[in-house]
């Protein structure tokens, strides 16, 4: 059984459809990527599945349960746990306190403080400071470990790359293997498509809110999945 199953999800801001009947499937122990263009609809897909955006129709299915109208923080309950794109971390809190608020209400699980700092070694010696001065992908690294601090069992992250470095997200992208062997399932968003196809064994291309291809990175040619990305 699937950890995820998005079946034929619509939703919309007021009159305006950002997502047509959507189908995503996400099993356990897995990397799954989700690339498209700007509002090819991605982030609100991850919001749909987090409980913060209505589904006007369709469903999302975890654990082999429909989340129907289940609230945002009863869905972080049960595990799932969203980085939003342009991460979102407590500035006025330093690093140790961004990443002990993720440890509030923690599932049980492998994730300990040391476990994220062994993960992301950048933010060993960044413990102490205000989480305002870290670099983009030190936050990135930060909101990625303190979603880690909750255990959760499916890591939404939106827009992992966004504007930094390669060499920055080399490092994050290096880390999510040992998230999936620690027993967290990724579902993961990216404009930017090399870096996540590489890290993913499954792939759904968005094209203006609609799945314009789906498949296994490994089955399908650049050539196809550029021409459902731009949609040409
Ligand atoms: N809060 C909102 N109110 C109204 N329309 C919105 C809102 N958020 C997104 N949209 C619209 O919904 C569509 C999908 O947007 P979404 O943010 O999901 O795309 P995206 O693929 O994440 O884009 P990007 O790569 O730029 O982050 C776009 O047409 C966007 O303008
Ligand atoms: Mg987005």
């Avoid at 700007?38 to 999302?60: E, F, M, Y």
């Amino acid at each position: 059984m699937s950890l995820l199953d998005v079946q034929a999800v619509d939703s919309f801001y007021d009159d305006l459809q950002a997502l047509f009947s959507v189908n995503v499937t996400v099993d356990e122990g897995t990397v799954v990527a989700i690339i498209g263009a700007n509002g090819s609809g991605k982030s609100t897909l991850l919001r749909v599945i987090a409980g913060l955006q209505p589904a006007r129709s369709g469903q999302v299915r975890y654990d082999g349960v429909p989340l129907a109208n289940l609230p945002a923080h009863e869905r972080v309950a049960r595990g799932i746990a969203l980085v939003p794109e342009g991460r979102r971390i407590f500035p006025s809190l330093s690093v140790l306190e961004n990443l002990k608020v993720g440890a509030y209400r923690r599932r049980p699980g492998p994730w300990t403080l040391d476990r994220v700092v062994d993960l992301f070694p950048l933010l060993r010696p960044l413990l102490a400071r205000n989480a305002a001065v870290l670099s983009g992908g030190e936050q990135q690294a930060l909101a990625i470990g303190r979603a880690l601090m909750g255990n959760p069992r499916l890591l939404l992250l939106d827009e992992v790359s966004l504007g930094l470095a390669p060499t920055i997200v080399r490092q994050l992208y290096a880390g999510l293997p040992a998230i999936v062997s620690a027993g967290t399932t990724i579902l993961l968003v990216e404009q930017s498509i090399d870096q996540a196809l590489a890290a993913a064994s499954g792939m759904y291309c968005l094209l203006e809110g609609r799945v314009a291809l789906a498949g296994p990175p490994a089955g399908l040619t650049r050539d196809a999945i550029s021409a459902a990305y731009f949609g040409i």
